[in-house]
């Protein structure tokens, strides 16, 4: 799959309580490359970037599922 990535989702589901934000998400950062993220209003850029500093785990009706490594490390075990 994509193992040269400096950040990596496979499979990421979030939750805000019943409402399923982010579906299976795969998504790779590569190192000295730009990568954007585009789309329309709320569907889920902002709820993405958040997952990576962990700034839903704020909000206790978040669930979050799947795997976030960055530089090969999976920070949801941190």
């Given amino acids: 799959m994509m193992n ?6 496979r ?5 805000y309580g019943n409402f399923h934000a982010l579906k299976d998400v795969d998504f790779c950062v590569f190192k000295n490359k730009i990568t ?3 789309g329309p209003s709320g569907c889920g850029k902002s ?11 704020l ?6 599922t799947g795997n976030i490594d960055i530089f090969g490390k999976d920070i949801m075990t941190f």
Avoid: S
């Fill in 4 to 9: 040269d990535c400096d950040i990596q989702t």
């Fill in 47 to 57: 709820t993405l970037l958040r997952c990576f500093n962990r700034m839903n785990e």
């Fill in 59 to 64: 909000y206790d009706v978040v669930k979050i």
């Fill in 11 to 15: 499979k990421l589901n979030l939750y």
């Fill in 36 to 38: 954007a993220l585009i």
